[in-house]
C-alpha cells in the first residue's frame, strides 16, 4: 500500500489537543535545564502558533500597506485643512464634509452620478437577460449560438480607453453615426452627441450601457442553463403561459444573480471615471460631471487633496452601504 | 514530532516572514552615494523623450565634460508622468536638483517653498540675466527660466481659404471672420475655425480664446489679479460668440481636444486653427499633400502694436531642497548659454530662451523660418504662467464660455461669473 507511511507520517505530525495535554503532562515532571525536553515543547509551540500567521503574513502585509493604510490615510487627510501640497496640515474636524456636502458641484456630481448609474444597471440588466435568453433559445443551432455569443460578448473585451476612443470617433460630427444619419436625411447637419449639453449625459450613459451589457448576459445564460427544465415541464402541465413562466420560473430561479450583479454593477458604475474622462471629461458645461470627476479634479486641478479626500470618503461610504447589502446577500445565499 | 518535521517547520516560518520583510524592503530604496568626491545632481524633465533619441544626452555630455566634478543624472519621463513625479517630491522634499518646469505649475511649487529663488541664485552666482528673453517671477523673484518657446501662430488652409475666394491669410479680426465664414459656406463637412474647448484639458481656453486678446495688446490680468470684464477679454468674447453664431466654427467644440483640432485640420475640414509650431511635422507626415501656410495672430482691425503670440515652455528651475545648488544653476546656465541654446531650440524645433541664441533651421521646413520672424516681430504672451491653479481658472472660464455660447448667458455674466470664481483663486 503506497498511501500508508504518508498517512502514519501525517498522523505522527498532528497531535490531537488530548495528545498535546497529555505530552504536557509528562513533559510536566521532567527536567527543566535548558535544552530539556520541557523548553522545547514551548517552543515548538509557541513556533506552531506562529506559522498560521507567519504564513497569511505576507498577504495580510500587502493588505495593511496597500489598502489599510492609502484608505485609513486618505480618512485622515479628510479631516486637515490641506495636506500634501501644504507642509503644515492642521485639524479641522468637519469643516470639509460641511464645504464639499453644501458646494453646487459636488450636487449636480451627485444627481449626474444618480442617473448615469441607475439607468446604466437597469438597462445592463434588461439587455443582459434579453441576450441571455437570445442565446439560450433552443430554435439555434449550437454553432450559431457560438457565432451570437461572439458577437454579443465583444463590447466586454475592449478596454475603457478603446470603448472610449470608439464612441467619440462614432458619435463625432464628422464621424460614421453622423453620416449615416445625414445620409438617411434624419439630421440636417448631424447631431453633437457628445458636445450637446442636452445630450452628452445620455451618449455616455449610452456608451456604458453598451460597454458593460455582456457581463450580465453571460452571468445570466450560465443561470439560465442552470434551470431545470422539469420546472418548466411542470409549469407547462399546469397550464402556465409563456409570460406566466418567465416571471413564475425564470425570474424566480435567477434572482440571486440579478441582486449580485446589480449590487455589484451599482458599486463599479458609480465609481466610473476613466470613460467619462476619456470621452466628455465632465463637460460640456457639467452635464456629465459624475463624482469621480469631481474628486479628480479637486485633486490634480485644484491640488486640493484634502477635499478630494473628503470627497473620495464620501464615495467610499456610498459603495460601502451597497457592499453591505451585497455581503449580506451572499451570506443569506450561503 | 521528528527533528526533520520541526526543521521543516521552523525553515517554512521562517520563510514566510523573510518574504512578508523583504516585500516591505522592496517598497523602499536607497539613497544613491557620491562617489569619488564628485557631485551627482538630478535633471528631473520630460524633455529627453520628446527629443531625437541621444540628442539630450548629448548635450548633458558636454556639461559633464566642461564640470568633471559634476555628474548629472536625467530623470526622464512623460510630461504627465515628470507633473506627478515633481509634485510627490514637492509635497516629500525630494524633488530633483534641477527641475523641467510648465509655467502652470510655478506658482503653486513655489508657494510650497520647493522652488529655489533663481534671483538670488543670479546675485550668488554673478550671473548677467539680461540675455533671458523672459522669467516667471512671483512677488519680483524668478522661479523659472523658459529654456525654449513654442509659439502657437495661425495655420491656414491655403486649398480651402482659395477654394472660397480668400487670397491671403486674414491678418484682422473682420479679415478673419469672413475668411472663417466663407470656408464654413462651402458646405459638407467643412467649416471656417476650430475651437477645442474640451474640459477634461481646457488649456484652448489659453491658446484659442485668450490669444485675441493677448494678439492685440489685451491683458486679462490688472495688477497680477483677475481682470475678466475689461474691454479686451469682453470684445475678444464677443468676437468668438459672433463667429459660434454665424456657424464658423467646426462642431463639436465642447468636447474637443488639441489633438482633434490638428486632426480636423490636418484632414482638411477646418480652414484655420491657432496651433503649436510642434506639429507640423506631424501634419506633413499625416497628410503631405495639404497646402498651408502660418502667420501672426489676426489682431483688431487697425492695430499697429506689437502682437502677442501664446507659447509654452520648456522651463527650468533649482529644487529648494537641493544640496548642490552652485552645482545645479551651472546646470542651468549651461543650458540657457548662447551656443547650447542654439542647439536644444535646433534640436526642439523651437525657439530660445537666451535672445542671442540663434536656432539653425536650414534643415527643417522653410514654416519654422517664418513662425521664427513672427516670433521676433511679436512678443510671447501667456498670462496663465505663473497663476495659481492655472488649469482650474481654464476649466473655471471653459464652463462659464460654453455657457454662454451655448446662449444660456449672455456674454458680460458669463465673464462677471468668470470674475467672481477667479478672484476667490487670488
Known amino acids: ?334 | 514530532m521528528s527533528n526533520v518535521a520541526r526543521f521543516r517547520r521552523v525553515v517554512a516560518t521562517g520563510i514566510a516572514a523573510v518574504a512578508a520583510v523583504s516585500m516591505i524592503a522592496g517598497c523602499s530604496s536607497g539613497a544613491p552615494a557620491d562617489s569619488n568626491g564628485k557631485v551627482t545632481i538630478e535633471l528631473a524633465q520630460w524633455w529627453e523623450p520628446e527629443l531625437p533619441k541621444g540628442e539630450f544626452q548629448a548635450l548633458i555630455d558636454e556639461f559633464e565634460k566642461e564640470n568633471p566634478n559634476i555628474t548629472v543624472k536625467l530623470l526622464s519621463g512623460p510630461y504627465a508622468s515628470t507633473k506627478e513625479q515633481l509634485f510627490a517630491g514637492s509635497a516629500a522634499g525630494t524633488m530633483s536638483d534641477v527641475v523641467g518646469l510648465d509655467g502652470a505649475w510655478v506658482s503653486d511649487f513655489a508657494k510650497q517653498g520647493s522652488l529655489a529663488d533663481l534671483t538670488q541664485l543670479f546675485k550668488d552666482n554673478k550671473y548677467d540675466d539680461s540675455k533671458l528673453a523672459s522669467q516667471v517671477q512671483l512677488d519680483g523673484s524668478t522661479y523659472m527660466i523658459p529654456v525654449v518657446n513654442f509659439v502657437y501662430p495661425m495655420f491656414s488652409n491655403d486649398d480651402l481659404l482659395a477654394k472660397a475666394g480668400v487670397t491671403a491669410p486674414p491678418t484682422n479680426r473682420t479679415e478673419f471672420a469672413e475668411a472663417a465664414k466663407k470656408v464654413s459656406a462651402l458646405g459638407g463637412d467643412t467649416s471656417g475655425w476650430v475651437l477645442p474647448l474640451s474640459s477634461e484639458a481646457p488649456n484652448g481656453i489659453q491658446n484659442d480664446v485668450m490669444s485675441w486678446v493677448w494678439a492685440s495688446g489685451g491683458s486679462m490680468l490688472k495688477k497680477g489679479k483677475p481682470d475678466l470684464t475689461n474691454k479686451d477679454v469682453t470684445s475678444a468674447v464677443e468676437y468668438i460668440k459672433g463667429m459660434w453664431d454665424d456657424g464658423s466654427i467646426a462642431p463639436g467644440s465642447f468636447t474637443q481636444k488639441e489633438q482633434d483640432k490638428v486632426e480636423e485640420f490636418t484632414n482638411g475640414r477646418v480652414g484655420l486653427m491657432i496651433d503649436s509650431l510642434a506639429h507640423i511635422n506631424l501634419i506633413r507626415q499625416n497628410n503631405p499633400d495639404l497646402k498651408f501656410s502660418i502667420s501672426a495672430l489676426p489682431a483688431v482691425d487697425g492695430y499697429e502694436g506689437e502682437r502677442g503670440i501664446p507659447y509654452a515652455s520648456w522651463g527650468i528651475g533649482v529644487s529648494e531642497s537641493s544640496k548642490h545648488k552652485t552645482e545645479a544653476f551651472k546646470l542651468v546656465e549651461f543650458l540657457m548659454s548662447k551656443k547650447i541654446n542654439s542647439q536644444l531650440s535646433t534640436m526642439a524645433k523651437a525657439f530660445p530662451g537666451n535672445t542671442e541664441s540663434e536656432p539653425d533651421f536650414s534643415d527643417a521646413d522653410p514654416l519654422f523660418k517664418e513662425a521664427f520672424d513672427i516670433y521676433k516681430a511679436g512678443k510671447p504672451a501667456n498670462e496663465f504662467v505663473g497663476l495659481p491653479v492655472s488649469e482650474d481658472l481654464m476649466r473655471q472660464f471653459d464652463e462659464q464660455f460654453q455657457k454662454t455660447l451655448s446662449g444660456d448667458q449672455s456674454v458680460k455674466a458669463g465673464l462677471e461669473a468668470a470674475q467672481k470664481s477667479w478672484s476667490a483663486e487670488f
Not at chain 1, 56 to 68: G, R
Not at chain 1, 103 to 127: C, K, M, Q
Not at chain 1, 147 to 171: C, E, H, Q, S
Open chain 1, 1 to 334: 500500500m503506497t498511501s500508508a507511511p504518508p498517512v502514519a507520517a501525517a498522523a505522527s505530525e498532528r497531535s490531537t489537543p488530548a495528545e498535546v495535554g497529555g505530552s504536557r503532562a509528562r513533559r510536566a515532571g521532567s527536567g527543566l535545564g535548558p535544552g530539556s525536553p520541557r523548553r522545547r515543547g514551548r517552543s515548538s509551540n509557541g513556533l506552531r502558533r506562529l506559522e498560521p500567521y507567519a504564513f497569511i503574513s505576507p498577504t495580510a502585509i500587502l493588505m495593511i500597506v496597500l489598502m489599510l493604510v492609502p484608505i485609513g490615510m486618505v480618512i485622515g487627510y479628510s479631516f486637515m485643512n490641506n495636506v500634501i501640497t501644504n507642509h503644515n496640515p492642521k485639524f479641522v474636524g468637519l469643516d470639509n464634509y460641511v464645504d464639499v456636502l453644501t458646494d453646487e458641484r459636488f450636487h449636480t456630481a451627485l444627481g449626474n452620478t444618480l442617473i448615469f448609474t441607475l439607468t446604466s444597471v437597469g438597462a445592463h440588466l434588461v439587455l443582459g437577460l434579453v441576450f441571455a435568453m437570445l442565446l439560450n433559445t433552443p430554435l439555434l443551432s449550437n454553432a450559431s449560438k457560438a457565432v451570437f455569443r461572439t458577437i454579443y460578448f465583444l463590447p466586454w473585451l475592449f478596454t475603457v480607453a478603446i470603448v472610449a476612443v470608439l464612441w467619440r470617433l462614432l458619435l463625432n460630427p464628422n464621424g460614421v453615426i453622423n453620416y449615416v444619419l445625414v445620409t438617411l436625411g434624419l439630421s440636417d447637419n448631424g447631431v453633437e452627441f457628445l458636445a450637446d449639453p442636452s445630450l452628452a449625459l445620455a451618449a455616455v450613459t449610452f456608451i456604458n450601457i453598451w460597454a458593460g451589457y455582456p457581463f450580465f448576459m453571460i452571468s445570466l445564460l450560465a443561470g439560465l442553463q442552470g434551470i431545470p427544465r422539469d420546472l418548466y415541464e411542470a409549469a407547462t402541465v399546469d397550464g402556465a403561459s409563456r409570460w406566466q413562466q418567465f416571471w413564475n420560473v425564470t425570474i424566480p430561479q435567477l434572482r440571486p444573480i440579478i441582486i449580485s450583479m446589480c449590487l455589484l454593477d451599482l458599486i463599479w458604475t458609480s465609481q466610473q471615471f476613466a470613460l467619462i474622462w476619456m470621452t466628455t471629461g465632465g463637460g460640456p458645461i457639467n452635464v456629465t460631471e459624475m463624482l469621480s470627476t469631481f474628486t479628480y479634479k479637486l485633486a490634480f486641478s485644484r491640488y486640493e487633496f484634502s477635499m478630494a479626500s473628503t470627497s473620495a470618503v464620501i464615495v467610499l461610504l456610498l459603495s460601502m452601504i451597497l457592499a453591505v447589502f451585497y455581503v449580506r446577500h451572499q451570506r443569506a445565499r450561503d
